[in-house]
C-alpha cells in the first residue's frame, strides 16, 4: 500500500530557532499533501494544503510565515516551523493523496514529535 | 464550513461486547466518510470508509452506517479485542482535499 514518510520523528530545539520537518510519499506521487497539528489528546487539526510547484493553501488562524511550506517535488513536503517558541510544541503529521488513483484516501506519515525549549 | 462531532469521548466496553461510535455533520455536499484509528503516538489508520451513494460497509468485524437524510454516520464494531483500545476518529469531506475531523473516541477494551 502507499507509504509516507516523516523525518525526524521527534526534535527538541530551543526558542527562536527553526526547525525543518520532511514529508514523502515513498511509493506514489503525491499531487498534494497535507500538513496537521495535533495537541495531546485532541483531534487533527488541518495546518495547510500544500500542491506541487505552487504556494500552500493556509488555514485561517495559520501564521504563513511563521510556518514554511514547500512542495517542492511530487513526493516531499517540507514544513519549517521558523523562531520557534514552546507553544509550537505539538505533534505535526502530515499526508499525502494519490492522485493518480483519483481516490479521496489520504495516507498519513508517522508524525513528528516537536518540543521546543 | 463542515462542522463534525463526535460522541463519546470515552467508551469502556468489556472484551467481547461491541462499540459504537456515532458522528454527525452538518454540510449536504459532504460525501466521503473515513474511520481512522490512531494508537499513542502513531499515525492514524484507515480502517473503514463510505460514500455518500452507500448506506452501510461492512468490513469483517468494523462495519459503518451512513444516514444522508439525518446527516450522521456511525462505527460499529462487534467482538472487541483489547488490540481495539486506541482513539478513533470520524472525519467528513465533500471534495479530495479538506478533512473535517471529530474530536476523537478513546476506546478502551477490557480484557
Known amino acids: 500500500g502507499a507509504v509516507v514518510s516523516q523525518h525526524p520523528s521527534w526534535v527538541i530545539c530551543k526558542s527562536g530557532t527553526s526547525v525543518k520537518i520532511e514529508c514523502r510519499s515513498l511509493d506514489f506521487q503525491a499531487t498534494t499533501m497535507f500538513w496537521y497539528r495535533q495537541f495531546p489528546k485532541q483531534s487533527l487539526m488541518l495546518m495547510a494544503t500544500s500542491n506541487e510547484g505552487s504556494k500552500a493553501t493556509y488555514e485561517q488562524g495559520v501564521e504563513k510565515d511563521k510556518f514554511l511550506i514547500n512542495h517542492a517535488s511530487l513526493t516531499l513536503s517540507t514544513l519549517t516551523v521558523t523562531s520557534a517558541h514552546p507553544e509550537d510544541s505539538s505533534f505535526y503529521i502530515c499526508s499525502a493523496r494519490d492522485g493518480a488513483a483519483g481516490t479521496y484516501e489520504q495516507y498519513f506519515g508517522p508524525g513528528t514529535r516537536l518540543t521546543v525549549t | 464550513g463542515e462542522n463534525v462531532e463526535q460522541h463519546p469521548s470515552t467508551l469502556s466496553v468489556q472484551e467481547g461486547d461491541s462499540a459504537v461510535i456515532k458522528c454527525t455533520y452538518s454540510?449536504?455536499?459532504?460525501?466521503?466518510f473515513p474511520w481512522y484509528k490512531q494508537e499513542l503516538g502513531k499515525r492514524p489508520q484507515l480502517i473503514i470508509d463510505i460514500r455518500s451513494n452507500v448506506g452501510e460497509k461492512k468490513d469483517q468485524r468494523i462495519a459503518v452506517t451512513l444516514n444522508k437524510t439525518a446527516k450522521h454516520f456511525s462505527l460499529h464494531i462487534t467482538e472487541t479485542q483489547p488490540e481495539d483500545s486506541a482513539v478513533y476518529f470520524c472525519a467528513a469531506t465533500d471534495n479530495f482535499n479538506k478533512f473535517y475531523f471529530g474530536s476523537g473516541t478513546k476506546l478502551n477494551v477490557k480484557p
Open positions: 454540510d449536504s455536499a459532504s460525501n466521503y
